[in-house]
């Protein structure tokens, strides 16, 4: 056996310990159950906005018709100088509902920060409630989510709680990315559940304002492109716990990402905030990311048979973590075709993802580079 083939199988092989791991700790955690309170806190839900007009009406319906004390709920949307109908939308349908709040940004607010952490800062500012909701203008919650949120911020005694996020799936390339971000974020509930929490998703995360504003906010934040990591950590540096949700309550549905380009655009702009996590779990990104190109080769090599064997032992482990996943959050796989042939999709996407991570340029968002 030559040492490039021993290499391989060794990478390959660390990488299945890592998932069996990961399936461990899955099966091993069950889902906290939080209480109903007995006085529910006032929230403010912070709604960043650029261009959105085909998601913004969707959005705050379903914000409108949430399950909380309608005395303890505000709305915030930051309408981040789009150059669409967004604005026109968001003011015809908050026009008599007085629990909405548009605010425009006019790009010169707190010089020091860019886009969507800019636009949190202005909200947070302007926030009342004794907690933050913070979610997209592209996601739709469930009636439970403010509920669902808040009962586990408090119950928990954490500063910062994230949800879980979801993917609206028709076609099959959306199909895949719902696979892929329950995926991930099983990962994060698994680690999250032994003390290693990895961040927050920023379109389905409570703070405390008091944790919030021990920060500073995102006006002393400094800016990052994942500007969800960036909150995430400096709570944490706080002194304040954070926790992972996996329940149906605090699960809600975002748009996918409509074509390869912006999918790609998208997972190298989570590299570039991931490459900020600790070292270990810097290293895990890099052995997941090692898998899908050392197995090819592998399967090129004459250690065929083992890199078969290595890749059904993978297949299997993650079934179950995905059967895993829906299971805690009650649903049925929806897509067992993409389930299927996740791994397919995930040979395309993570070379490329690497290749694009490591090309010089900057990253594109909401139409600006950063």
């Not at 999250?192 to 906010?217: E, F, Q, R």
Request: some cysteine; glycine content about 6%; charged content about 15%.
């Amino acid at each position: 056996m030559t040492v490039f083939g021993c290499l391989l199988i060794g990478l390959c092989s660390l990488y299945i310990a890592i998932q069996l791991f990961y399936l461990l700790l899955l099966y091993r955690q069950r889902p906290k159950q939080y209480q109903a309170l007995d006085n529910y806190p006032s929230i403010s839900i912070l709604v960043a906005a650029r261009n959105e007009e085909d998601n913004i009406l969707n959005c705050l319906h379903h914000l409108n018709y949430l399950n909380y004390p309608s005395d303890k709920v505000e709305i915030l949307i930051g309408n981040d100088l789009s150059t669409d109908n967004t604005k026109a939308i968001i003011e015809q349908y908050i026009a008599d509902k007085p629990k909405f709040r548009l605010i425009n940004l006019t790009g010169d607010e707190h010089p020091q920060t860019r886009g969507k952490a800019r636009v949190l800062a202005v909200l947070g500012e302007q926030a009342r409630g004794e907690v933050l909701l913070i979610t997209d203008a592209d996601i739709t919650v469930n009636p439970q989510w403010a509920k669902g949120m808040t009962e586990a911020l408090i119950g928990s005694q954490s500063g910062l709680v994230a949800g879980i996020t979801n993917i609206k799936a028709e076609t099959m390339f959306a199909k895949f990315q719902q696979v892929d971000w329950l995926y991930f974020m099983g990962i994060f509930y698994a680690f999250s559940g032994i003390g290693k929490p990895l961040s927050a998703v920023g379109n389905n995360m409570a703070v405390l304002k008091s944790a919030y504003d021990a920060t500073g906010g995102y006006v002393k934040i400094p800016f990052s492109i994942t500007e969800d990591y960036a909150l995430f950590k400096a709570v944490r540096q706080k002194g304040y716990t954070t926790q992972q949700l996996m329940s149906p309550e605090t699960l809600l549905y975002s748009q996918p990402i409509e074509n390869l380009n912006g999918l790609i655009k998208q997972r190298k702009r989570w590299l570039v905030g991931g490459w900020d996590l600790p070292l270990m779990f810097r290293l895990m990104i890099f052995i997941f990311g090692t898998w899908y190109i050392a197995l090819p080769l592998l399967l090129l090599t004459p250690f065929i048979w083992q890199g078969i064997c290595l890749l059904i032992v993978k297949e299997f482990i993650q079934l179950f973590q995905l059967l895993r996943i829906n299971s805690n959050l009650k649903l049925k796989p929806e897509h067992p075709v993409a389930i299927l042939f996740y791994d397919v999709y995930l040979f395309i996407i993570i070379p490329i993802t690497s290749i694009a991570f490591f090309l010089p340029g900057n990253n594109v968002w909401k139409g600006r580079k950063y």
